[in-house]
């Protein structure tokens, strides 16, 4: 069994966060304080939905290497309870990680909205403009995104009580 995630999935791990605090981020300052600027709206909104589209794939990637890769186990005496809870926040974060963009690049399309990954390469929509779906795939986009964070919270409040209170290799597995 290895001791550590490989150097893949560790570094795919770090992007990761670092691609969702720049989405929550841009997508945060996207609705809630638009910009009047035309232009320069559709160059975040682009920015935000390339950001999250990359995200995407990464994902898929990254549960590719997985399958490849088994990650290294828990530690053996953590309660069993906490067994479940661990792989069952990991199982949600990584369906969040593909519920969330593919609701985003839904809702983009059913806003009327064609998506271009980094404005250069047209991903093709199972659906068009639809007015009634759109505002539905909207709120899943914005709840899932909460429900992300509080899960993100959760998880790295989790990383620290071990490292810090229960002081077991559970963080240095991913560093
Ligand atoms: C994991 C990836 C993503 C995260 C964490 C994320 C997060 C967010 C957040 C926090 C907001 C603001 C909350 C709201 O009002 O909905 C937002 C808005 C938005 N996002 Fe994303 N997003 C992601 C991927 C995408 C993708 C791939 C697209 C499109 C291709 C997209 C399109 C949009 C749009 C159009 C909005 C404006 C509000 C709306 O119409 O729903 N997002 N996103
Ligand atoms: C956007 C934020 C984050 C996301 C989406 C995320 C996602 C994930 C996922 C899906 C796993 C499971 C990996 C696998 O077994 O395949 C994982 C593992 C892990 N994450 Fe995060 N993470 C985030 C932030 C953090 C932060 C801030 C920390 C540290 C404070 C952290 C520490 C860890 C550790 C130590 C593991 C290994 C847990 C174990 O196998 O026992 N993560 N993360």
């Known amino acids: 069994m290895p001791r ?34 035309e232009a320069f709206k559709y160059r975040l909104y682009n920015l935000h939905e390339s950001l999250g589209f990359t995200l995407l794939l990464l994902t ?41 963009p593919v609701a985003g690049f839904l809702a983009t399309n059913a806003w ?17 403009k639809d007015e009634a779906l759109a505002p539905l795939l909207s709120a899943v986009h914005f709840w899932a995104a909460l429900l992300l964070v509080a899960l993100v919270a959760l998880h790295a409040g989790a990383a620290l009580w071990h490292h810090f209170v229960r002081r077991d290799d559970t963080l240095r597995k991913m560093l």
């Open 112 to 128: 009327g909205f064609p998506f271009k990954w980094w404005g250069l390469v047209a991903i093709p929509s199972p659906i068009g």
């Open 4 to 37: 550590r995630y490989t150097a893949t999935a560790r570094g795919l791990h770090w992007l990761t966060v670092l691609l969702v605090l720049a989405l929550v981020g841009l997508g945060t300052w996207i609705t809630a304080f638009e910009p009047k600027e």
């Open 60 to 100: 898929l990637l990254r549960l590719a290497w997985r399958a490849a890769h088994p990650p290294p186990p828990l530690p053996q005496d953590l309660p069993r309870p906490l067994h479940h809870v661990a792989h069952g926040t990991h199982a949600a974060l990584y369906l969040l990680l593909l519920v969330q």
